[in-house]
């Protein structure tokens, strides 16, 4: 689960978290590509497994997409955002 993309700067994340918001699919799965592996760093180091890590970035992720609207009021930058996120229990 790594990414061999170069990272992004913050306004074109935030323009995919605003296309993912509307709705936009590919703008979405180029966001989980260009921030996968630091949520990935993140959830390993948090859960100690992969398999607790792995489920808790797909967490992450589909509450990402939830609730992307809500990244420009957040005041963080939009990986912050992502980072900064409680993932909800139900989502898979």
Do not use: I
């Not at 689960?1 to 995919?16: E, Q």
């Not at 993140?42 to 992720?61: S, T």
């Amino acid at each position: 689960m790594s990414s061999t993309r170069t990272a992004l700067p913050d306004s074109a994340l935030a323009d995919l978290l605003s296309r993912a918001a509307d709705g936009d699919v590919r703008a979405f799965g180029e966001l989980y590509d260009a921030t996968c592996a630091a949520a990935w760093r993140l959830e390993l180091c948090r859960h100690g497994n992969r398999d607790a890590a792995a489920k808790a970035v797909r967490r992450r992720y589909a509450t990402a997409w939830r609730h992307a609207a809500a990244q420009p009021a957040s005041g963080r930058s939009p990986q912050g955002w992502l980072l900064s996120l409680v993932p909800d229990r139900e989502a898979s």
